[in-house]
């Protein structure tokens, strides 16, 4: 019997229907693995946003409670991708998926360096971590209130209003100041009087203001107190240390401390101290002009009348 011979044309047509009819045998498998993906990202996003509530309501740490509520619903995902890729009778991809994935990380890992360190410093600092939201930390020149921290970076809320995502490869290495972490801060000043008054007197007088002040506070562990700190060229520096509650850092450390100065300037005025300016020593060269100086608040002496 002699074979058929079929033109290229006729072929074309013949592959073409048998991968059709193929196709349309996979078809509803197919289907059905979309609907398997997209029923395992809303059971993951139900489930995420679940937990992440239990999360909140159990952890006093809000961070942890959003890092594991992301990290379920990622893993949800990639479970359900894999079930509707067995599903659609897409065994071989699903393997194929699996080494591709494996060797395009390490490819990936030399490619973006910076992204893979930030993400595993986020993972480290998820569960290890020198703060918590709300915290108010410096690092490097950086200094603001904690606000988010995610995969790649933590966000920074600045006390003028700046919003700084700073990378957490330089949140884990670099060092992070923490201001409130215990709930308590130390606020020091300068007040400088004149040498002539008396200094215990003043000290006196400023360490009163402290102790009367609600606001600061006092027990066995924070004690405030003024000490002598200097001999400047017009003053003798008094130097005055208190501690705050950082609960509220930017009224803790900013407005009661202008407070706390005001009222140490009002009530050693009224006292009668002396709180001298800086002495300023002008020199003036042979090859510069005089400059004209004139004195104020002094009063003229009355004119004597001509004989």
């Excluded at 591709?100 to 390490?106: E, M, Q, R, T």
């Excluded at 884990?172 to 008396?198: C, H, M, Q, S, W």
């Amino acid at each position: 019997m002699l074979p058929i011979i079929q033109s290229p044309t006729e072929t074309i047509q013949h592959s073409i229907n048998r991968y059709y009819h193929e196709f349309l045998q996979v078809l509803p498998r197919i289907a059905l693995g979309i609907l398997v993906i997209v029923l395992g990202i809303l059971i993951a996003q139900v489930l995420t946003n679940f937990y992440k509530h239990r999360f909140q309501q159990k952890s006093e740490d809000p961070l942890m409670a959003k890092f594991l509520a992301q990290a379920i619903k990622i893993i949800l995902i990639i479970i359900a991708i894999m079930i509707a890729l067995r599903v659609a009778g897409l065994d071989g991809i699903a393997t194929g998926l699996l080494t591709a994935v494996g060797g395009g990380a390490i490819i990936l890992g030399f490619a973006f360096q910076d992204i893979g360190k930030n993400f595993l410093a986020g993972i480290i600092l998820a569960f290890n971590r020198p703060f918590n939201i709300n915290d108010t930390i410096k690092i490097d020149h950086i200094f603001g209130k904690v606000k988010a921290l995610s995969f790649r970076y933590s966000h920074i809320k600045t006390f003028d209003g700046r919003d700084i995502y700073i990378p957490n490869s330089d949140v884990l290495t670099k060092p992070v100041e923490n201001y409130t972490a215990d709930g308590f801060f130390r606020v020091d000043f300068t007040v400088g009087i004149g040498y002539e008054d008396d200094i215990s007197e003043a000290k006196e007088v400023i360490q009163r203001i402290l102790d009367k002040n609600t606001e600061i506070v006092r027990d066995a562990e924070h004690e405030n107190f003024v000490i002598e700190d200097e001999l400047a060229a017009s003053t003798v520096n008094l130097k005055v240390f208190f501690w705050v509650d950082t609960k509220d850092y930017r009224r803790a450390s900013r407005v009661l401390r202008g407070l706390i100065i005001r009222e140490v300037k009002e009530d050693l005025f009224n006292k009668g101290f002396n709180l001298p300016a800086d002495i300023k020593e002008l020199k003036i060269y042979g090859t510069e002009d005089a400059i004209p100086i004139t004195f104020r608040n002094i009063p003229e002496f009355p004119q004597v009348p001509k004989q």
